[in-house]
């Protein structure tokens, strides 16, 4: 439930600016790298998604933010994975053994983001971009839905079903619009991936979020809070998934569930739970009345956002040595990229758009 209004957003303002603090904001230079991988994903964007016509008009600049950051932490893990896609994996090899100095992994790396269209096939940018989508969308139709009980709730999950509905509203029939043009041209594996794993995550997601708003206990005192980290990581490995080299084991869910994480599972899941945390805290005069959350209960403060962000970025640099990224300029620009992915998130948070 959105508030609207002057104390809503000032209330929003000063929360965000509580945060500001605890993150570094990254050197001016960084401004041309958000700038290309924002320019990029646009793109996309417009090729892919802006010709379905989707609604709900409702929250719509919150939906598209959402997608948007999502598309753009799908394509951070191609960058830096050590089983990305050789297309972009190796001009990252290649930089980070070169005496670099930062004026020049600027460059470099403008250039590198900006080429990112050409880089990847057409088919993994339109399903990247897609589920982006619903994955933003799911995320504000959910919200309202979840106001209206569990069976409402339920019934979103069934829009990622093959299900039929007699009638749809405008935030179902975006959902289901999303959902099949993301599976138009699925592979096996990722139709597999899509009944055993996507599906019941996104139910319980659901779930949870009914039970959130019901003020109901939760056993992990989180809010109910984990199942929505769950479904959104892995609704990006039904894309990133393979290719990254994940689900192709003997075992071949077993990596999806977190016993099975590699480190940088790990580094996504826990990147998102900072996100959930940063904004759970900034919504929680809205979210007073209207749901259960672990800022509320106490459980997350400002002591655990910081703890939680300083792990994740010590993570990020063991993952990028691990990864065969060791130049120490390459890899302080990966963590000002970070910064200002935050940073991003927390301006969103301030104007009122993404809260």
């Not at 929360?15 to 991988?37: G, K, Q, W, Y």
């Not at 016509?53 to 997608?67: D, L, V, Y």
């Not at 999950?157 to 299900?163: F, K």
């Amino acid at each position: 439930m959105v508030q609207d209004g002057p104390t809503h957003l000032s209330d929003t303002a000063r929360r965000a600016s509580v945060i500001d603090p605890l993150i570094p904001r990254p050197p001016a230079d960084v401004a041309t790298l958000r700038s290309a991988v924002s320019r990029m994903v646009s793109r996309q964007w417009d090729a892919h998604v802006a010709e379905l016509h989707i609604g709900p008009e409702t929250h719509a600049a919150k939906a598209r933010f959402i997608a948007e950051m999502y598309a753009r932490a799908c394509y951070s893990m191609l960058l830096v994975s050590a089983e990305g896609p050789a297309s972009i994996r190796l001009p990252v090899l290649v930089t980070s053994i070169l005496p670099l100095w930062r004026g020049l992994a600027i460059v470099l790396g403008r250039v590198l983001l900006s080429s990112l269209d050409r880089l990847l096939p057409q088919a993994v940018h339109c399903q990247l971009l897609l589920m982006s989508a619903l994955m933003g969308t799911l995320d504000v139709v959910l919200d309202e839905a979840a106001a209206s009980g569990g069976e409402a709730a339920l019934r979103i999950a069934s829009m990622l079903t093959r299900q039929s509905h007699a009638t749809l509203s405008p935030g179902e029939e975006a959902l289901v619009t999303l959902a099949r043009n993301v599976r138009r041209d699925e592979s096996a594996w990722q139709r597999d991936y899509w009944e055993a794993v996507l599906q019941p995550s996104v139910f319980q997601y659901c779930r949870a979020e009914a039970l959130a708003v019901a003020h109901a206990p939760d056993p992990e005192r989180m809010g109910h809070r984990r199942a929505g980290i769950d479904a959104a990581i892995k609704g990006m490995w039904y894309v990133v998934g393979p290719l990254i080299g994940l689900g192709f084991t003997s075992e071949r869910y077993a990596q999806f569930e977190r016993p099975g994480w590699n480190r940088e599972q790990t580094w996504m899941a826990d990147t998102s739970l900072l996100m959930q945390m940063i904004d759970d805290w900034v919504d929680q005069d809205e979210d007073r009345n209207a749901r259960v959350t672990p800022v509320l209960s106490g459980e997350w403060d400002l002591h655990s956002i910081e703890e939680l962000y300083r792990k994740t970025t010590r993570d990020l640099t063991a993952m990028l040595n691990g990864n065969r990224i060791k130049n120490r300029v390459l890899q302080q620009l990966f963590l000002d990229l970070y910064n200002d992915y935050l940073h991003t998130a927390l301006s969103a948070m301030r104007s009122g758009v993404a809260s």
